[in-house]
């Protein structure tokens, strides 16, 4: 049963455009989201999170958004740039988070 | 400086042979948690730790055992019960339970592959 899905799994945008991450979920325990950028052969590092009771987060040129009735989320990165490429996991958090699978992203010149 | 280390990078076994991977940490997080990433799959829980001396299984501890006796280390034993040991195992910790504002630092994981 996969609670957190990314059904993407590959994106590519132009240097300078906006980069927009989808993420479904299922389970409407979820209290809080996050999103995690992760390189290859590392660890996932955090990106941006946003609570249940928020229907958006800003952060510098990344913007999370909540619709809990679609039960879905999306990161928006504006401007993409090069530096951005790398595989994006959204993870849902009750008392443990669910990950989905990534979606990679790769931004090009 | 702080953070989390996992080693080896890579780690090659024998099929039938227990595996023991390393993971510390020096930020005095007294969460701690095994994931296991898989291609084309998100991170899934192995076990985690939220104090010393006490752990839980999370979605997939079958075939594993981890131990917790001191707060900076949460080693990770991957047995021969374990069907298809083969994977990237990252390690994490957190300053507490997890929560939004209490975000998981992981370390860059280790290979393990068996033969």
């Known amino acids: 049963d996969q609670q957190v899905k990314q059904n993407s799994p590959s994106l590519s945008v132009q240097e300078g455009r906006i980069s927009i991450l989808n993420c479904d979920y299922t389970?409407?325990?979820?209290?809080?989201f996050l999103w995690y950028k992760k390189y290859p052969a590392e660890g996932p590092t955090f990106l941006i999170s946003?609570?249940?009771?928020?229907d958006k987060n800003e952060d510098g040129r990344f913007t999370v958004f909540l619709n809990k009735s679609a039960k879905h989320l999306s990161l928006h990165i504006v401007p993409s740039q090069p530096g951005d490429s790398a595989v994006y996991f959204c993870a849902g958090g009750t008392d443990k988070l669910i990950f989905g699978t990534g979606t990679r992203l790769q931004v090009f010149p | 400086d702080g953070g989390i280390t996992q080693s080896p990078k890579y780690l090659f076994r024998k099929e039938g042979q227990n595996v023991t991977l390393s993971c510390e940490q020096n930020?005095?997080?007294?969460?701690m948690y095994w994931y296991r990433q898989d291609p084309g799959q998100g991170l899934r829980l192995i076990y985690y730790s939220q104090i010393v001396n006490d752990f839980q299984k999370g979605d997939i501890a079958e075939g594993y055992s981890v131990s917790r006796e001191k707060k900076e280390s949460f080693p990770l034993t991957v047995t021969s019960a374990q069907k298809n040991p083969t994977a990237f195992y990252l390690c994490?910790?957190?300053?507490?339970?997890?929560?939004?504002?209490?975000?998981?630092?992981f370390g860059p994981g280790t290979r393990l592959t068996v033969l």
């Open positions: 946003i609570s249940s009771i928020k």
């Open positions: 389970n409407s325990m979820f209290d809080y």
């Open positions: 930020l005095n997080h007294d969460a």
């Open positions: 994490a910790s957190s300053m507490g339970a997890p929560h939004f504002y209490n975000e998981q630092f």
